[in-house]
């Protein structure tokens, strides 16, 4: 596609409900990332995947967050029994040169607000 | 642990004005520094930076490197309103391509 894109832009969910967050990267892009912006921050690194190889999930904050890219495209990130700290916006971003310098460009995110 | 560093933290001032926005770093492996736009939720790219002392410039916008003192600053000069934002610096490393942000400075221009 032409840019990142992430569904659903808005998601409301209920205290311990389970959420999945989609992520379409840039078509050809090696490298995703996840990441979770609170209001007022920078964003938080939550996870990196190199095609579909999890490099890094040293950000994910519980064991409740877990994040896939099966065939290397598309990302889920799914958040477990949804607690009121979880809510904040999801970027996600790729990008494309493996091993090179390359910039990474970010879809819309998706706001999670959890009641 | 790495650390990225941005400041102030918000800064506000009226058209025409030059800012200065700071951002310093610590991280093993340093590969890359990033500067980023956000204005609603996507952060748009500015500028990448990966040699010391080579300023990068686009328009009113310009941004350096010191590797040797580990930070980077982001110049506007002319400020005008549509330049308010958030800006946002992120460093990448060797070992993972990771991006690792600041907090952001928010940046506010007054007509």
């Known amino acids: 596609g032409a840019g990142v894109s992430q569904s659903p832009r808005y998601k409301v969910a209920k205290r311990g409900q389970d959420v999945a967050l989609r992520c379409d990267p840039i078509?050809?892009?090696?490298?995703l990332f996840w990441y979770q912006q609170a209001l007022g921050q920078g964003p938080e690194f939550l996870t990196y995947f190199q095609n579909e190889a999890q490099l890094d999930k040293s950000g994910l904050p519980s064991d409740r967050f877990f994040a896939e890219r099966p065939e290397g495209s598309v990302s889920t990130l799914k958040i477990q029994r949804t607690q009121q700290e979880d809510s904040a916006v999801y970027l996600c971003a790729s990008s494309h040169r493996q091993g090179k310098n390359t910039e990474a460009f970010f879809g819309q995110g998706t706001r999670l607000t959890v009641v | 642990e790495d650390k990225v560093v941005q400041s102030p933290l918000s800064l506000v001032v009226h058209e025409g004005d030059t800012v200065t926005l700071n951002c310093s770093y610590e991280?093993?492996?340093?590969?890359?520094l990033l500067w980023y736009k956000q204005e609603k939720k996507a952060p748009t790219f500015l500028f990448m930076l990966?040699?010391?002392?080579i300023e990068k410039k686009s328009g009113r916008l310009s941004s350096i490197l010191d590797k040797k003192e580990l930070f980077s600053i982001l110049n506007i000069t002319a400020t005008q309103t549509g330049d308010s934002a958030v800006y946002l610096c992120a460093v990448v490393r060797f070992n993972n391509n990771d991006m690792r942000f600041g907090a952001g400075t928010r940046l506010t221009v007054k007509p």
């Open positions: 990966t040699s010391s002392g």
């Open positions: 991280v093993t492996n340093f590969r890359s």
């Open positions: 078509s050809g892009h090696v490298s």
